[in-house]
């Protein structure tokens, strides 16, 4: 009988875990397996952002059909709250039914000619190498600014964050511009709102002989609601006009460490230096931890100009472009995978490398 034979390639320090059932991504046709309780946070904002609408509709009616007799004005104040609401639900359902930015495999270009490429090759070939460029659980190269998130088991296109709140999907390069537009439009109508029951509730004070008993409760507490909402979700958008205005991710914003993978190649001719090429994080010292946080504070790899940046996250093309921005924010210009560096950044990554070579 034939002895089994030695396989050429093994893999001798690779935990046992990870190739045990428990442990491999959650896929079912290169889609995250996703289960009821998952949608439960979801299911939660429709709830808050449906909420106010019959106190709305109550307080509508009956301080301008009813005290004011002014059938215009509730017709105009109606028109904006529910285009407002329409916008607000488009995006929504943008964010929910959109994939956030699928890195899909490219088979490498072949010719009957071309030799085979080995598994040994593949292993060695620099995407596998770097940290960062590749992914072990997804077994793909990573473009740049993809990230692969633990949660769905897969990587995504320029991921932003994975949001609990959108029945913990990922918000990335497809779906970004939506999330934008949803918290526009949150903020929007929560300001109008406010505004409007704040001037219905003034007017109750003034006059209350002629208006209702209930009406100053619904309007109470539609002014505390619409309040809450612009500072909560008023806050977040203005956070992300910030990220958009120098081109970072929110990951990027909060992970100084990720400029590691930047770095170019280290000219390490110190014997005592054990940093790797690019530097792990474990790897660096207090001190070149402080640099590395304060470099991440004025390096912005992909900033090319406020403009520019914008045109790269809301940028439209064709007639309608502009028509699907406006109605449902819809997904960012290019394919995901390659963005321009700004100016001076190669410059500033050189020397941060030598800096940290030289410090240790
Ligand atoms: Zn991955
Ligand atoms: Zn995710």
Redesign the pocket.
């Known amino acids: 009988m034939r002895e089994r034979p030695t396989p050429l390639l093994t893999f001798p320090e690779l935990p046992a875990r990870a190739v045990t059932q428990e442990f491999t991504?959650n896929y079912d046709d290169g889609k995250p397996v996703r289960l009821w309780y998952h949608n439960v946070p979801l299911y939660g904002v429709i709830f808050l952002l449906l909420a106010p609408h019959p106190s709305l509709l109550f307080v509508l009616i009956q301080h301008y059909l009813i005290v004011l007799e002014n059938p215009l004005k509730f017709i105009v104040h109606l028109l904006v709250i529910y285009t407002l609401t329409f916008m607000m639900f488009s995006s929504l359902i943008v964010l929910v039914a959109r994939d956030p930015g699928p890195?899909t495999f490219e088979e490498p270009q072949s010719d009957n000619n071309a030799e085979e490429v080995g598994l040994t090759e593949a292993l060695m070939s620099p995407d596998f190498l770097t940290p960062g460029r590749f992914?072990r659980?997804?077994w793909?190269s990573?473009p740049d600014r993809t990230h692969?998130?633990s949660f769905c088991g897969?990587?995504v296109l320029k991921m932003d964050h994975h949001c609990p709140w959108l029945g913990n999907r990922c918000i990335g390069h497809r779906t970004y511009p939506a999330f934008l537009h949803l918290l526009l439009c949150i903020t929007l109508l929560a300001i109008y709102i406010a505004v409007l029951c704040a001037h219905a509730l003034y007017y109750a004070f003034n006059n209350p002989y002629t208006v209702d008993q209930f009406s100053p409760v619904h309007e109470i507490g539609l002014v505390f609601a619409g309040v809450t909402f612009t500072i909560v979700i008023g806050s977040f958008f203005a956070y992300h006009l910030y990220l958009v205005s120098t081109n970072q991710t929110t990951l990027e914003h909060i992970t100084p460490f990720l400029l590691l993978r930047y770095l170019p190649v280290l000219s390490n001719t110190d014997p005592n230096n054990h940093l790797s090429d690019p530097p792990l994080e474990h790897e660096l010292s207090y001190r070149q931890r402080r640099m590395i946080k304060e470099a991440h504070g004025y390096i912005r790899v992909y900033d090319v100009g406020l403009r520019k940046n914008w045109t790269q996250v809301l940028g439209w093309k064709g007639p309608y472009g502009l028509m699907t921005r406006i109605l449902c924010g819809g997904g960012s210009m290019g394919d995901g995978k390659y963005f321009p560096r700004g100016a001076n950044v190669e410059e500033r990554l050189a020397r941060l490398a030598q800096e940290l070579v030289q410090d240790k």
Request: contains cysteine; proline residues 9%.
């Open positions: 991504p890195v992914c659980i997804c793909t990573k692969h998130c897969r990587c």
